[in-house]
């Protein structure tokens, strides 16, 4: 469909989404109609044994009855309006009016005739997606995880390199020195002599 054959389709169906919200509101009005008496009977009678007087029970009926319907009647509206109800209603028809040439036809979906094997095939697709992406986050978290272990170890490393260069610094330095005390060995050893003559 091109952008003007949708937007004349979207024209077309434009006032289904105010007449389904009409028709709610109607039967609204409705729900409580059959409020009577008998409902409150029980509650007429506590009230008449401890207050000692009776109640006007066809404006509590009317009351309570013009009270439920304008509530439920708000909320019938907010619902409409804060999930888009109409422009919803309107591109459902779209769709229906555009897929309208396989009402009726025998297709593949048909449930008495597919196996099950194919009719679940989009559950199980779906669940290998989430499967996948739940893989995918895993893979992330452990990369994340490794890169980090990665970091700590070549830290290590370095830290032991330093550590093995400075011990070979300090094993030099103490052959020097020893090398050192072996040339002056002898001179020492006949310096002790006479001091002890």
Same mark, same amino acid.
């Given at each position: ?13 434009? &006032? ?56 439920? $009647? ?29 009402? &009726? ?64 610094? $300090? ?27």
């Amino acid at each position: 469909m091109s952008a003007e054959e949708i937007e004349a389709a979207f024209k077309r169906h434009e &006032g289904i989404g105010s007449q389904v919200k009409q028709a709610y509101e109607e039967a609204i009005t409705k729900i409580f109609v059959d409020l009577s008496r008998s409902d409150l009977e029980e509650c007429e009678a506590i009230y008449e044994e401890h207050e000692e007087s009776a109640l006007d029970i066809e404006y509590i009926i009317n009351r309570t009855r013009s009270l439920m319907t304008k509530a439920v $009647l708000e909320m019938n509206s907010c619902f409409f309006a804060s999930n888009n109800v109409e422009k919803k209603l309107t591109t459902l028809e779209m769709l229906k009016e555009q897929f309208a040439h396989y009402e &009726g036809k025998n297709w593949c979906w048909n449930f008495n005739t597919t196996n099950p094997d194919e009719l679940t095939r989009p559950l199980r697709m779906r669940y290998m997606d989430f499967s996948l992406n739940f893989m995918e986050q895993q893979l992330e978290s452990q990369e994340k995880e490794l890169e980090i272990a990665m970091a700590k170890n070549n830290a290590n490393r370095e830290r032991i390199q330093n550590m093995q260069d400075e011990r070979l610094k $300090l094993s030099a330095q103490i052959e020097q020195q020893l090398s050192q005390y072996q040339k002056i060995k002898p001179e020492i050893i006949k310096i002790e002599q006479t001091i002890n003559d």
